[in-house]
Every structure is written in C-alpha cells, then in structure tokens.
C-alpha cells in the first residue's frame, strides 16, 4: 500500500500549493522582512496575520516568530519577567517534544518533569511548587487546562500551552491555546497549517505581549531596555503563506477530524488493543491517533509496517530520561511505560490515506490484531 504524505497546501511545494487555493505572490511588491531591530511589529503580512489571528481565536494579542520553539523561549522570557524572577523553577511535561524543555532550559532555569496519564497522554498533576507551569495538548488533545489555571492563578504561577499540535482543539467551548496565560501555536510543515516554519504566541495580558514582542527582535536595542533579546522574527514570506492557510483553518482541521472518524470506524473493536479516549466537554484536533495495548506492541507495529501502513511507536523518548537533560533526572513511570511498551499511533497529520485505503488499513488492523495479540 502506497499511502501518500499529506500536504496541507494542496501542492508539491509552495507556489504550486499557493495557487491551489487562489493566492498569488508577487515577489516584486513583498519584502523579504519587514522588521527592523529593535521595534515591535514587523512589516503588513506579519502584522495582518497577528490581526487575524487575534479575530480568530478571540485573544488581545497575537505575537508572530519564526518557529514555537522561539515562541516557547519568548513566552518563558517574558514569564520571567512578570515574576520579577532571574531563575524560576518551570514544570514540563516528560511526554513531549524536545522543546517545550530546551526553551526553558537554554534560558537557565531548573526543570520539574511531570508524569503524564494514560488516557490522553497528557500532564496528570498541576505542580503547586513551580514558577511557571508548561502544559502540552499532546496529540490534538486537551489537558484539564480550566483547573489547571485556577490552580496557577491561585498559585501565583504562569501557565503555558504548548499548543502547536492542538489548533481548534476546544475545553468547555473555548480554544486550546487560549485558555493558559500565553498559548504557542506551530505552523511547522507537519502542522495541521503550516508556512514551513513558523509559530504565533498569543495572550490577553499587555505586559507579557511586549515582553514577548521586545524578546524576538533584539530586546536591549529599545531604549532603556534591560532585557536581552535574539532575533526570532517571522519573514513577511512566511506570514504571507501563513495568512492563507489560516484562512482554510477550519477546512483543514475538519478533514483531520472526518479522516480519524472514518478509519476509527474502518478499525472498529479490537480485542487487546484501547482505541482513543476523548475527555468529556473537548474538541479533539486529531493531530495524531494514539492506541494502547497490554502486550506484543512492537510486534504488531513492524507487521504493520511491513504491510505497508506507517505506524509510530512510543513516542519522543520521555525528556526525563534524555541525556541533555540529566540534571532534572526523575522517575516518570507513566510517560516511560506508554514509550518503551504500550502506545503506538497513527500520524493523522503525516498521511493521507484515500477512502479505499482506510478500509484496507482497518482489514489490515483486525487481521495484524488476530495474528500477534491474541
């Protein structure tokens, strides 16, 4: 089975996904960049992507960088700030990626690895002890993110979403992203959108969007600015395609849904394996399609493989157990077991499989399922 990669603008590359959807670049009126150092916003791309952004997810602010891991690293700067801290103690998820612990990392501040639940992989317990709480809506699924701010503001804490694999993702009505104090979107090419690179920080707090701003556009050339920034700006390129693939936001992410709905369905009961557990109340944006079984994981994924359907197993090694994070060394049994022995998933975002193909991948599963798990 040849099942092709999935491509959300609608062609082999940019230009020709740009005029699958009815956009024209024309190189001769856009500048590569429209920022200066030093200054707040960036050039009319830029600016209108964060205006629409803003209308979109319904936040005050919208701040554009080149990636979410430079918009996770401006988040927790500007978090540092608001604290009045030099070094804070700052809580991360064991089960994510890389960079929701490099960002708070690079910048010099102590790590707390929180263990995850095994029901939708998210962080299982708000740390009451930590300055600024990271929380990942891991897969396209949403954490308890309404307890867990009550729990910060009651605490005095800051609280993070990692939100690039989760856009339109909902708690209670409102979007994933939106509900923390400063939320990272991700417009990275395996993205649900995505520019290439890219990523969009946004908050309702006046204070932590300047610190932001200043921080991706060299902090200590404003004037008496004692704060020290880098260069993490988006170009106006970047914006540019950005801009369209949010305005097929909703279309993209519903056809995630509709393809995760059908090969669920294709897939059916399978004695031995936990299909996807939605919280109650939640949107799921069906970033990936995780399962869990008891025994025979990597087993089943390699016969998977060899017929042609592209399973993942575990996920990022737990970031408790990464090498370039030994000093915050911990035990996190949840996160280690689902990576070593019982999850695996299917990337939603990566693949896209036709009707036919779903049908088959369902066989497939039952038949694979029949074979090694029983």
């Known amino acids: 089975m040849k099942i092709e990669k999935y491509n959300s603008l609608g062609g082999c590359g940019l230009i020709p996904g740009l005029h699958a959807f009815g956009a024209k670049l024309d190189y001769g009126k856009i500048d590569s960049s429209g920022f200066l150092g030093g200054v707040l916003r960036g050039g009319p791309h830029v600016c209108e992507l964060e205006e629409e952004w803003c209308w979109k997810f319904g936040s005050k ?7 979410a891991t430079s918009g996770l690293m401006a988040a927790v700067e500007a978090a540092r700030i608001k604290q009045g801290m030099d070094r804070m103690l700052v ?36 740390s009451r002890n930590a300055d600024v709480l990271i ?5 396209g699924c949403p954490a308890p993110l309404h307890e867990f701010r009550e729990l910060a503001d009651l605490n005095g804490q800051i609280m993070i979403e990692d939100n690039a694999q989760a856009i339109l993702a909902k708690e209670n009505g409102k979007y994933a992203g939106t509900i923390g104090h400063i939320g990272v979107f991700s417009l990275n090419v395996h993205k649900h959108i995505q520019a290439g690179e890219g990523g969009v920080c946004v908050t309702d707090d006046d204070d932590l969007a300047l610190y932001m701003r200043m ?12 704060m020290i920034g880098l260069n993490l700006r988006m170009t106006e390129i970047t914006a540019f395609v950005a801009l369209q693939q949010l305005g097929r936001v909703d279309e993209l992410v519903r056809g995630r849904q509709e393809k995760a709905v059908l090969l669920l369905e294709a897939i059916g009961e ?52 990464m090498p370039a994070f030994t000093k915050w060394a911990c035990e996190c049994p ?33 038949k694979v399922a029949r074979e090694v798990l029983t």
């Open 270 to 321: 399978v004695p031995g394996v936990r299909m996807p557990v939605q919280r109650e109340n939640c949107d799921h944006a069906c970033y990936a399609i995780p399962f869990l079984v008891g025994r025979g994981r990597d087993k089943f994924v390699q016969a998977m493989i060899a017929e042609g359907i592209p399973l993942g197993k575990g996920y990022v090694n737990p970031l408790n157990r």
């Open 215 to 226: 921080f991706i556009n060299h902090a200590e050339m404003f004037e008496n600015s004692a």
């Open 135 to 139: 929380i990942t809506n891991l897969f």
């Open 91 to 126: 809580s991360v998820p064991a089960f994510t990626m890389s960079a929701t612990a490099a960002a708070p990392s690079v910048l010099g501040h102590a790590i707390y690895f929180e263990d995850c639940e095994d029901e939708t992989f998210c962080v299982a317990e708000h």
């Open 334 to 366: 949840v996160a280690e077991d689902l990576h070593d022995r019982r999850l695996f998933y299917w990337e939603n975002c990566a693949w896209d499989p036709t009707v036919e193909q779903i049908k088959e991948i369902g066989e497939t599963f039952r």
């Open 61 to 67: 602010h919208a701040i554009a960088c080149n990636s």
